[in-house]
């Protein structure tokens, strides 16, 4: 699905802005809320996650549906066009309505939809309700508890007689953030019009030759301009399909980013798609990259912030990559689940790598939040099979053409041990899919969790071997010497595999402006010993490629016993202050060069 963009064939207005805005009840939508002007309206911010916005537990807490509204109108000169009503983001579940009547509905809270509004949209004012179901369960992905049940229970047993509220219980480690987290725009295009564009660049030579493909609907013919960064045409082609080569090619490189545009006409319409022109290889033990092998330095992420929750704040992702820069980092990976549109527009930009995650998360009902007690078959209990079809596919249409991205991650942390021919007959299907579904036919992981990894059958079915470890932390926590020691058992298995192997977390949680002399758990010194104790046995492996820590920034979680105001394992605070690790991993990540550290 193209971004909407601007162009002389296209129009584009922005509905960020104050909506008005209601709680609703947990089950169901009533439609006729829809059809009037909420009563006594909130006001609200979009995009951003309503969460922080209002006091109040009930708000906070809130189980179930909520509802935005606005008027919009349509500029008289534009009612020829065909016009479209388009969200970044709506977390988890939206149904969307216009002067009342029902126009979509789309399940999953981090890729965007479109629907088209022509001859729907009235001259005058339109009332727009958007209505969101935060909730998240057995079908969901990320997956959470069924019915608002307690799922947890705390560390003692449920009490007789007591009726727990219902609320959302994510088997995740992240506060559940809902609304209307993106952008939502409206734009137009002629009646013939670009439906996509794809892009697979290649490198002969000195040259870079692309292959491409557009859609298109309605009549015209296809042509293709390539401009270079200042703007001189270096190539051009016409007709649906076809390739174009572009002499002495620049080519995208990690820190070293370099982009053409493709601008595309068809008809009287036309959009201008920016890319890089680079591959991408999994070779023995090594992740190459422009045929050169690549070592990941950088960080697990969220899109998360004070405030905006999980909403899209382009300062912030602008100030991220910036930090990611100054301390020598390249990488990271879009834990857990796809980032923002105008997120990967900048990693291109910026020459950032980026691992690109679904947002499956919690496929493991032997672990976290619902873990304890017999262990259970995640992939009998759970419902999430198809939708997790639907965001691989969704997720690779919509960042198929970005440079950045290098691999896409199908899950973060499932269960691949405690039942594991039901792991590979559920994870097999997707890794094909996920090959089938990528025209640049990048890499596929998944994100294993710490585990008995001598009996998981699903990571080695995978591209590379990508590993969440918390030795010294949840495992061997305050002993780091055992740490090393497990650590390094761990890696001369998976080194027999000869495939590539890195970590995409490992941390400690780590309260700013702790210290001790004599380092202990939680404190600033013990981050850095912990990470350096790593760092002493990963080096030593020559098909480690790879370490993203966990994470850039502490994060919002639900409350509980585990965690005291968040996530705390960030290099930075939430408000983007580092800690003592941060100056040691610039020393660090700056003397280790992108390319050829282990060769
Ligand atoms: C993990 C999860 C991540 C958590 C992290 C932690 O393995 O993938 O979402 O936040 O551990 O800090 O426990």
Known sequence: MLYPKL???????????????????????DDAIAGAPLPKPMSIAVPASYNDQKEGVDFRDHYGWVAYQRTISLPAPLAEERILLRFGAVAQYAKVYLNGALLCEHKGGFLPFETEITGKIKPGCNLLTVAVDNKVDYGTLPVGNEDGSSMLGGML??????????????????????????????????????????????????DGVVHYRVDTVGT????????????????????????????????????????????????TDCYAEPFGVRTVEVRGAQFLINGKPFYFKGFGKHEDSNYHGRGLDEVLNVKDLSLMKWMGANSFRTSHYPYSEEMMYLCDREGIVVIDETPAVGVNLNFGAAGGGA???????????????DVI???????????????????????????PDSAV???????????????????????????????????PLFDVICLNRYYGWYVYGGDLGAAQQALALELDFWQKLGKPVMFTEYGADTVAGLHLATP??????????????????????????????????????????????GNKKGIFTRDRRPKFAAHYFKKRWTEIPNFGYKS
Not at 230 to 245: D, I, K, M, N, Y
Not at 435 to 459: E, F, M
Request: negative net charge; hydrophobic residues 35%.
């Open 157 to 206: 047993a449920a009490v007789p007689g007591v009726t727990p509220k219902r609320q959302n219980m994510p088997n995740f480690d992240f506060f559940n953030y809902a609304g209307i987290s993106r952008p939502v725009k409206l734009y137009t295009t002629p009646k013939s019009y670009i439906a996509d564009i794809t892009l697979i660049p290649s490198v002969n030579g000195t």
């Open 393 to 419: 596919r969704d997720m690779i249409a919509r960042d198929k053409n970005h440079a950045c991205v290098v691999m896409w991650s199908v899950a973060n942390e499932s269960d691949t041990t405690a039942v």
């Open 220 to 267: 015209g013919e296809v042509s293709l301009s390539i401009k270079d960064e200042l703007g001189q045409e270096v190539a051009v082609a016409a007709g649906p399909e076809g390739s174009f080569t572009i002499p002495n090619v620049q080519l995208w490189e990690p820190h070293a980013a370099y982009l053409y545009t493709a601008e595309v006409t068809f008809g």
């Open 520 to 565: 202990t758990m939680f404190t600033e010194e013990y981050q850095v010993d912990f990470y350096e104790a790593t760092h002493a046995v990963t080096d030593r492996y020559a098909c480690f490629v790879g370490e993203q820590t966990w994470n850039f920034a502490d994060f919002a979680t639900i409350q509980g016993v585990m965690r005291v105001d």
């Open 375 to 389: 262990p259970r078959d995640t992939y009998e209990l759970l419902r999430t099979k198809e939708h997790h079809q």
């Open 425 to 459: 007959a559920y994870y097999k299907p997707l890794y094909d899919l996920a090959h089938a579904s990528d025209p640049q036919n990048r890499p596929v992981t998944i994100v294993g969790v710490q585990n008995d990894y001598t009996k998981d059958k699903t990571l």
């Open 7 to 29: 162009s002389q064939s296209r129009a584009l207005m922005d509905l960020s802005g104050i909506w008005d805005f209601a709680l609703c009840g947990p089950d169901t939508f």
